[in-house]
């Protein structure tokens, strides 16, 4: 997050569009033997049902809330001592913490077993709903509110 940070200082800085690209796998257990490719599917239904949900929250531009919610997935569906979300957390610090964006599924896919799928975010003026992470000012807590609701 402090890298993230640093990076959207320098950009801000710089003054210049930046186009911020972030490469990692949703659910990350693969199949460890060789599949036909025209067999692959996603390695089971848990992980399908969170990388549903990654997609709902990226698709409808809840950036923080995906961010946050990857820490109940990280439990549940990915293998320990894998990247746990990083590069979600260094997407949500140098694009900013709201949820305020358009978001788009491009396309979405297994790979060997691990879901893996094409999204663009794009800044809106609006937010996406009123959710729980959805804060004016990220460093100081305004309340619970559903999240997940």
């Given at each position: 997050v402090?890298l ?11 003054a ?59 439990q ?35 790979i060997?077993?691990a ?16 959710k ?11 309340g ?6």
């Amino acid at each position: 997050v402090v890298l993230a940070k640093a990076c959207r200082d320098a950009i801000t800085a710089g003054a210049r569009k930046v186009a911020v690209v972030v490469v990692m796998s949703m659910s990350n257990r693969f199949f460890t033997d060789w599949i036909d490719p025209s067999e692959d599917r996603i390695h089971s239904d848990k992980d399908e049902e969170w990388n549903q949900k990654l997609l709902e929250f990226l698709g409808a531009g809840r950036l923080e809330d995906t961010a946050q919610l990857s820490r109940q997935i990280q439990q549940q569906i990915r293998v320990h001592k894998v990247v746990n979300f990083k590069p979600l957390w260094w997407m949500s610090g140098i694009m900013g913490a709201p949820n305020r964006y358009r978001g788009k599924v491009h396309a979405y896919a297994p790979i060997h077993g691990a879901g893996s799928a094409v999204i663009s975010l794009t800044p809106a003026p609006e937010s996406v709903g009123d959710k729980e992470f959805d804060e004016d000012d990220v460093d100081r807590f305004g309340g619970d509110r559903e999240v997940l609701g």
